[in-house]
T-cell receptor, first 114, second 115 residues
Framework: KNQVEQSPQSLIILEGKNCTLQCNYTVSPFSNLRWYKQDTGRGPVSLTIMTFSENTKSNGRYTATLDADTKQSSLHITASQLSDSASYICVVSPHQGSSYKLIFGSGTRLLVRP | NAGVMQNPRHLVRRRGQEARLRCSPMKGHSHVYWYRQLPEEGLKFMVYLQKENIIDESGMPKERFSAEFPKEGPSILRIQQVVRGDSAAYFC?????????????FGPGTRLTVT
């Protein structure tokens, strides 16, 4: 079983609409939880980083939430744009001893249509 | 300020050949990480290197795979006698002197196809 599970696997929305992507994880303890955006043919780019004590973090139209009790996180995208079409990946950084060994989910593929 | 550079971007090898993947970290970064992404899967940690040192290679297959980060020049991930199962995207990331505490910045990846 994957330590980081994401849903849905893929999502299609119309330009201008909002969407929410989900992430469940079993990694414990953990140092921080990150959301990355990966365009096709590119490397992942960090959107947000949250420590276990943070509940929410925003970066422009992206807002991430974290519930450390239920081990769930979400990424909310508001007023979607065509350029938001990409894979969004939930990544957990384990406890400090090996926090560099990032654990990646498989991602949610988002397609924004005009 | 150039980001993390990887080359080649695409590499095709026949079974049994060697593959050499290069990664130049961001300027000022001395920590390098390699990840592998199999089709339809998430990235998986392979190895963490500092200049001239392998810090953690626990994610790297014990045979045929090796990595180095010399004092001068890029980090190299070397795969000997490639097999079809090695076909994947290989990503390199780098971080600054804070090492594991610093943000990892990813390169565009090298897509290896073994025929």
């Amino acid at each position: 079983k994957n330590q980081v599970e994401q849903s849905p696997q893929s999502l299609i929305i119309l330009e201008g609409k909002n969407c929410t992507l989900q992430c469940n994880y079993t990694v414990s303890p953990f140092s921080n939880l990150r959301w990355y955006k990966q365009d096709t043919g590119r490397g992942p780019v960090s959107l947000t980083i949250m420590t276990f004590s943070e509940n929410t973090k925003s970066n422009g139209r992206y807002t991430a939430t974290l519930d450390a009790d239920t081990k769930q996180s979400s990424l909310h995208i508001t007023a979607s744009q065509l350029s938001d079409s990409a894979s969004y990946i939930c990544v957990v950084s384990p406890h400090q001893g090996s926090s560099y060994k990032l654990i990646f989910g498989s991602g949610t593929r988002l397609l924004v249509r005009p | 300020n150039a980001g993390v550079m990887q080359n080649p971007r695409h590499l095709v090898r026949r079974r049994g050949q060697e593959a050499r993947l290069r990664c130049s970290p961001m300027k000022g970064h001395s920590h390098v990480y390699w990840y592998r992404q199999l089709p339809e899967e998430g990235l998986k940690f392979m190895v963490y290197l500092q200049k001239e040192n392998i810090i953690d290679e626990s994610g790297m297959p014990k045979e045929r795979f090796s990595a180095e980060f010399p004092k001068e020049g890029p980090s190299i991930l070397r795969i000997q006698q490639v097999v079809r199962g090695d076909s994947a995207a290989y990503f390199c990331a780098s971080s600054d002197s804070r090492g594991w505490a610093g943000e990892q910045y990813f390169g565009p990846g090298t897509r290896l196809t073994v025929t």
